[in-house]
């Protein structure tokens, strides 16, 4: 799709759109109407931008995102993980963590959105993950054999959606950074 056409700041403005509608209607009562009428364009705009209300979702999620595995490279693991939980602002993690909760319901029933989220968010992160492990196992710091290598991503995420189920408060910057130093790295055998 021409995302060219789009300033940055438009497209920012748009994303921003999207998310303040997300928390007000949720997912399902998001219409691209919606969106063309908060953000006066039209439709035709939005569809040339992207295909649907799941690409245009997932997009406006990842122009939000106040952490990103992709740009991380310290010179040791233990480092990438410090500056990855230092990123992390705990009122957008708060805001994200909600938002993202409503989406895991609307994902079941939408083939669309998980693929969206899968490709436009959740699929970059992973592979800035594996990048940043596999920089600590050419480094040495991780063995290339260590069972847990296949299951950080889901140690990761699994600390952001658990901790509001289990102590009902957000994942925030020194909650991610007690997890890291307690459970990523020791399986990690750093």
Same mark, same amino acid.
């Given at each position: 799709?021409?995302?060219?056409? /789009?300033?940055? %700041?438009? %497209?920012?403005?748009?994303?921003?759109?999207?998310?303040d509608l997300?928390? %007000?209607?949720?997912?399902?009562? /998001? !219409?691209?109407?919606?969106?063309?009428?908060?953000?006066?364009?039209?439709?035709?705009t939005l569809?040339?931008?992207?295909?649907?209300?799941?690409?245009?979702v997932a997009?406006?999620?990842?122009?939000?995102?106040?952490?990103?595995?992709?740009?991380?490279?310290?010179?040791?693991?233990?480092?990438? &993980?410090?500056?990855?939980?230092?990123?992390?602002?705990?009122?957008?993690?708060?805001?994200?963590?909600?938002?993202?909760?409503?989406?895991?319901?609307?994902?079941?029933?939408?083939?669309?959105?998980?693929?969206?989220?899968?490709?436009?968010? /959740?699929?970059? %992160?992973? !592979?800035?993950?594996?990048?940043?492990?596999?920089?600590?196992?050419?480094?040495?710091?991780?063995?290339?054999?260590?069972?847990? @290598?296949?299951?950080?991503?889901?140690? @990761?995420?699994?600390?952001?959606?658990?901790?509001?189920?289990?102590?009902?408060?957000?994942?925030?910057?020194? &909650?991610?950074?007690?997890?890291?130093?307690?459970?990523?790295?020791?399986?990690?055998?750093?």
């Amino acid at each position: 799709m021409g995302r060219s056409r /789009l300033t940055p %700041e438009r %497209e920012a403005e748009l994303c921003a759109a999207v998310l303040d509608l997300l928390r %007000e209607v949720g997912y399902d009562a /998001l !219409t691209m109407d919606a969106v063309a009428a908060r953000t006066r364009s039209s439709k035709a705009t939005l569809y040339r931008q992207w295909q649907g209300k799941p690409e245009l979702v997932a997009t406006a999620l990842r122009h939000s995102k106040p952490v990103s595995t992709a740009d991380i490279d310290t010179g040791s693991v233990r480092g990438d &993980f410090a500056e990855l939980a230092r990123r992390a602002d705990d009122g957008q993690l708060a805001k994200d963590a909600a938002l993202m909760r409503g989406l895991g319901q609307a994902v079941h029933g939408n083939p669309d959105l998980h693929r969206a989220l899968r490709e436009v968010l /959740l699929d970059p %992160e992973v !592979t800035g993950l594996e990048a940043m492990l596999q920089r600590g196992i050419d480094r040495g710091e991780i063995a290339a054999d260590c069972p847990a @290598l296949p299951f950080a991503a889901h140690m @990761l995420i699994g600390a952001l959606v658990t901790r509001q189920l289990i102590e009902d408060r957000s994942a925030d910057a020194a &909650f991610l950074s007690a997890y890291v130093d307690a459970v990523v790295l020791p399986a990690l055998g750093v």
